[in-house]
C-alpha cells in the first residue's frame, strides 16, 4: 500500500477511549466511512486482496456487512453475510467460539454456498481471531474453499492471527 493511502486511512480512524467498556480503546471507522476518498480507497485495497477469481464475498456482522458488500460490488461477486445467532430467516449452520469475556455464536444459510465457490472473507478488525475463526469453518464446512482473508486493521498485540495460521490473512493496517 502506498503511504498516501496508509496515512488517509490512518487519519480517518478515530480512537475512542474506554467503549464499550473501561481499558478499552475502540477503532471507529465512521469517520473513514464518510469520507468518499478513504472509502473507495478501502474497498478497491481489499478487493485487491482476493488475487484470483472470487465468486461470494463474506461479510462478518456488522462493520464487515459495510465494507464487504462494495467489495463484492467491485469483483462481481456475491456476497453473504454472517450474521450473529438468531439473526438469519431461512436454516442455519453455526459455529460458536470464544470472547475474552464469554462465548459467541455466528450463523450463516446453509444454502449460502456451493461446494468449490472461492469465497473472500471481509471483516473491519482482527483482534483475537475468534470470529474469523469461526466464519473460517462455517465457510469450509459447506465445502466451499477460502481464498483468504482481507481486514481493514489488525491488532497486532491480540496475536489473531495465530489461531489462522492455514488461510492467508491480510491487513491493510496494523496497529
Do not use: C
Not at 502506498?2 to 488517509?8: F, I, N, P
Request: proline share 5%; hydrophobic share 45%; aromatic share 6%.
Amino acid at each position: 500500500m502506498a503511504d498516501s493511502d496508509r496515512h488517509l486511512l490512518l487519519s480517518r480512524i478515530r480512537d475512542v477511549p474506554d467503549w464499550p467498556e473501561p481499558g478499552v480503546v475502540f477503532k471507529d471507522i465512521t469517520p473513514l466511512l464518510r469520507d468518499p476518498a478513504a472509502f473507495r480507497t478501502v474497498t478497491e485495497l481489499l478487493a485487491g486482496i482476493g488475487g484470483e477469481q472470487v465468486d461470494v464475498v463474506v461479510g462478518i456482522e456488522a462493520r464487515g456487512f459495510i465494507l464487504g458488500a462494495p467489495v463484492a460490488h467491485r469483483l462481481g461477486a456475491g456476497f453473504v453475510p454472517i450474521r450473529k445467532q438468531g439473526k438469519l430467516p431461512w436454516e442455519t449452520s453455526t459455529a460458536s467460539y470464544q470472547l475474552e469475556y464469554g462465548e459467541a455464536t455466528i450463523e450463516v444459510h446453509r444454502d449460502a454456498f456451493t461446494p468449490g465457490e472461492r469465497v473472500l472473507i471481509v471483516d473491519d478488525v482482527l483482534a483475537t481471531g475468534g470470529t474469523v475463526r469461526a466464519t473460517v469453518d462455517l465457510v469450509r464446512g459447506s465445502g466451499a474453499d477460502v481464498v483468504g482473508v482481507g481486514v481493514l486493521m489488525e491488532l497486532g498485540f491480540l496475536n489473531g492471527r495465530d489461531k489462522l495460521a492455514d488461510v492467508r490473512v491480510e491487513a491493510l493496517l496494523t496497529l
